[in-house]
């Protein structure tokens, strides 16, 4: 009896690409601190390592903008 062909389990790379290509950041948003906000963010990157600031500020952001579009969901009545 003849072998069925294995099929390869591998994604399409086309997929690949454009699933790459919409994660891509590409608007840029600038933020101003004062003295005392920036020495926390320092603190803070300090004691925990973090060498990516923009990730803090990215990750606090969204999730303060997503539990309050959680919490102010539309209601029926």
Known sequence: ????KQSSSAPD???LKKRKASL???HRQVIYL???ELAAVKEY????????R????REA?????LA??????PTLF
């Open 24 to 26: 891509r950041r590409t």
């Open 54 to 57: 923009s990730t803090i500020f």
């Open 61 to 65: 952001a969204m999730e303060r903008i």
């Open 1 to 4: 009896m003849a072998r069925k």
């Open 34 to 36: 004062n003295d005392k």
């Open 68 to 73: 309050q579009l959680d919490d102010s969901h």
């Open 45 to 52: 990157c300090d004691r925990f390592g973090v060498k990516e």
């Open 13 to 15: 790379p086309e997929y």
